[in-house]
C-alpha cells in the first residue's frame, strides 16, 4: 500500500489516473478460514488515493453477494454511508474530504448480464 500512496501522488502531479487492478484478491479475500475481506482492502484503496478500481458485480468472474457487493461500492463513491449490517456495513462510515473512487464492474462481464446488473 506504500508504493500506491507514492505512485498516487506521482500520478496527481502529472495529471494521470491511477487505475487499481484487482489482481490476487483472491488470495487475500476468499479465503474462508483467513483473509481480508473485499470491503477492507477497498477502504485502504481508496486511502491510498486510487481513481478507480473493479470492485465486482454480483455476476460474473468476480462476483458476489448482490447486497454486500452494492454496500462496499458505496463505500468507494459516497461521502458519507450509514450502518447497515444486511449490505456488510458495519459502522458508520464518514470519509470527510477524502476523495472517493470510481467503482469498474470487471470480470467477464457482457450484454447478457445486463438485466441483473440493473
Request: charged share 20%.
Amino acid at each position: 500500500f506504500t508504493s500506491n500512496t507514492s505512485l498516487a501522488h506521482y500520478c496527481r502531479d502529472n495529471g494521470l489516473l491511477l487505475h487499481i487492478h484487482r489482481a490476487m484478491h483472491a488470495v487475500i479475500d476468499r479465503q474462508k478460514n483467513h483473509g481480508i475481506h473485499f470491503r477492507v482492502l477497498a477502504k485502504a484503496l481508496r486511502m491510498s488515493g486510487g481513481d478507480h478500481i473493479h470492485s465486482g458485480t454480483v455476476v460474473g468472474k468476480l462476483e458476489g453477494e448482490r447486497e454486500i457487493t452494492l454496500g462496499f461500492v458505496d463505500l468507494l463513491r459516497d461521502d458519507f454511508i450509514e450502518k447497515d449490517r444486511s449490505r456488510g456495513i458495519y459502522f458508520t462510515q464518514d470519509w470527510v474530504s477524502l476523495p472517493g473512487v470510481l467503482p469498474v464492474a470487471s470480470g467477464g462481464i457482457h450484454v447478457w448480464h445486463m438485466p441483473a446488473l440493473t
